[in-house]
């Protein structure tokens, strides 16, 4: 292809997953260069929130990352292929604006997450209480698909932010990668935790159990990344992620700790209680205050990017307890033992 | 080298809610002598003492409920 950059190279990700669907058959029927892309029409009508879309759209997005096993790295920026992205970018897009709440100002977006019940009836809360190992390991089985890249959809914002804002968000991301250490980069935190709970730390290895709802919540970070005329709503979406996770990880902490998961998985959440409450405090004062002192014209997009975040959780959250209090596997293709456990 | 960042006071920034922010590496000295350290790039130091983790902020000091 005359666009190439270097000779087609044939990724070393993951293989593609199964598809879902007509219009998630026709992406992976394109990238191996065996068929047309979907057409317009099929994405239009294709359910938004669902497995089809959900996986096209990961797939469009994983080129960005690490790509496919067999597919050329030349697909990342092919114009037919970002032509369906954009389609189906517009469908996820447009459900988003209509669906998730609206807090009228940033102030009340954020003072809604800053407010800590007692008797909340999240994720985080019911795997304290009473979650089982077996619930641990579709956890991270399912949050993997995002662990396992941390903070990278979110390094693409960088280039589009200025002064206080961009130092503050070059600072925590360079937390989240570890602070030069590579040994404590979040992702390897997490494959040490997926390692204690017997799971498979291989990048993209779980893209086929994952739900719909669990794809929805990582498409997210990768569009809001990816377009630079949504770094307001990016930047409201990690504020919204960092705010909600220190209370959470000491929860789900605690929960590692009453199963024996083991010493990694402790430690991933324990680390995150006290690096998120940092976190919190530079994204709310510095990233969001930089961004709005700049470009005060962004604050309804910054307030999306905070209700967006929990529409999509709320969604994933209903998901899993939802299978989990009737006795159910939450993943779409069951989890093997990669080692004896007992339950 | 003067001016370096090294010679200039280290700000703390002070919050009616919430803790102490201040530029890490961070040694506090405890009550009963004790010296913990935190090598963040910037340290969160609960002021509410609520934390699980004193002397470190774990978001405790956080309203249970919403303010009507």
Redesign the interface.
């Known amino acids: 292809m005359a666009h190439d950059l270097r000779p087609a190279h044939g990724g070393e990700g993951p293989p593609l997953p199964t598809a879902r669907g007509h219009v998630s058959a026709a992406v992976e029927e394109y990238l191996r260069g065996t068929g047309p892309p979907p057409r317009q029409q099929d994405v239009v009508g294709t359910a938004v929130y669902g497995d089809d879309l959900q996986l096209a759209l990961y797939l469009c997005y994983e080129l960005h990352y690490r790509g496919f096993a067999g597919v050329s790295e030349a697909h990342e920026w092919d114009p037919d292929l970002l032509r369906v992205r954009a389609a189906l970018e517009h469908r996820f897009l447009t459900a988003l604006r209509a669906d998730a709440p609206t807090h009228d100002s940033v102030e009340d977006a954020l003072?809604?997450l800053?407010?800590?019940?007692?008797d909340g009836t999240g994720v985080s809360h019911y795997l304290c209480a009473e979650g089982e190992l077996w619930q641990l390991r579709e956890y991270a089985a399912q949050r993997s698909l995002y662990h396992l890249k941390e903070a990278d959809p979110h390094a693409w914002v960088l280039p589009r932010l200025w002064g206080r804002a961009k130092s503050g968000m070059a600072?925590v991301e360079?937390?989240e990668y570890g602070?030069g250490r590579p040994e404590r980069v979040h992702a390897r935190l997490f494959a040490d935790l997926m390692t204690d709970l017997g799971l498979d730390t291989t990048y993209g290895r779980y893209l086929d159990a994952a739900s719909a709802q669990a794809l929805a919540t990582v498409n997210l970070m990768s569009l809001l990344g990816l377009h630079r005329a949504l770094r307001g709503a990016l930047v409201g979406h990690f504020a919204a992620v960092e705010i909600t996770s220190?209370?959470a990880s000491?929860r789900l902490a605690e929960a590692m700790r009453r199963t024996g998961a083991g010493p990694a998985a402790e430690h991933f959440y324990d680390e995150h209680?006290?690096?998120d409450?940092?976190h919190?405090?530079?994204v709310r004062?510095d990233v969001i205050g930089g961004l709005l002192a700049e470009e005060p014209h962004l604050a309804p997009d910054v307030a999306f990017g905070i209700d967006v975040t929990g529409h999509l959780e709320d969604r994933l959250a209903d998901r899993l307890l939802g299978a989990w209090r009737a006795g159910r596997s939450s993943l779409r293709t069951p989890l093997r033992s990669e080692m004896p456990l007992t339950f | 080298m003067p001016n370096s960042p090294s010679d200039e006071p280290r700000r703390i920034k002070v919050q009616r809610q919430g803790p102490l922010l201040v530029e890490g590496p961070v040694e506090v000295e405890l009550e009963d002598g004790t010296i913990v350290t935190s090598d963040r790039f910037r340290v969160a130091v609960c002021t509410c003492r609520r934390s699980r983790r004193y002397p470190w902020c774990d978001t405790s000091h956080r309203d249970r409920a919403k303010d009507r």
């Open positions: 003072a809604d800053l407010v800590e019940p007692v600072a360079f937390d602070g220190s209370p000491r209680v006290e690096a409450a940092v919190e405090q530079v004062h």
